[in-house]
């Protein structure tokens, strides 16, 4: 049984945020030359790479440096379109200046978990409740409703001090 990574990575967060800025060109990797040449050859393409970063020692808080490529091709020339390549790294650290805009809410790819080992114990209309707190603070919820021949129907919500679950306000 494999699980998928349900952890908002440093890697998803910024393909994600990136995409918001320079468009659906942006991966860890290059993509591979298709029958038709290079697929982003009129629009350049941007990778990246967790470059470092310092962790909190004390909350679970990551502190990424993150290594942005620019990259552009002209497959009709040997001159390379270094411009091309330029202009997605203005836009990039343009935006990573403006202030006004950030903190911006972006949606991360998400993965369908099959639990085949439990799927003979949970039968369809039992929910199950994971509830994380702490004296004090708010705390989190997640219910599971399982559903018969579909995927768990999945809800989020905050818990308030008390510990009755609430929605949870917009940052």
């Avoid at 659906?24 to 591979?32: H, M, Y």
Wanted: glycine fraction near 6%; aromatic fraction near 6%.
């Amino acid at each position: 049984m494999t699980t998928p990574a349900l952890r908002a990575t440093p890697e998803l967060v910024a393909i994600a945020w990136l995409k918001t800025v320079v468009g659906d060109i942006v991966a860890t990797t290059l993509p591979k030359p298709g029958a038709d040449g290079l697929s982003w050859e009129a629009t350049g393409f941007v990778t990246l790479i967790t470059a470092g970063g310092t962790p909190n020692a004390y909350v679970p808080l990551r502190d990424p440096v993150m290594g942005v490529d620019c990259w552009a091709a002209n497959s009709q020339s040997q001159k390379p379109p270094w411009n091309r390549a330029a202009c997605l790294a203005e836009a990039i650290q343009a935006a990573c200046y403006d202030h006004p805009a950030m903190p911006k809410t972006v949606t991360l790819p998400t993965a369908n978990a099959r639990l085949h080992a439990f799927e003979r114990f949970l039968h369809a209309g039992i929910q199950l409740q994971i509830r994380v707190t702490r004296p004090g603070r708010i705390g989190s919820y997640t219910s599971f409703l399982i559903r018969a021949r579909r995927a768990p129907l999945r809800t989020e919500r905050c818990l308030t001090t008390s510990g009755r679950p609430v929605a949870c306000s917009a940052p």
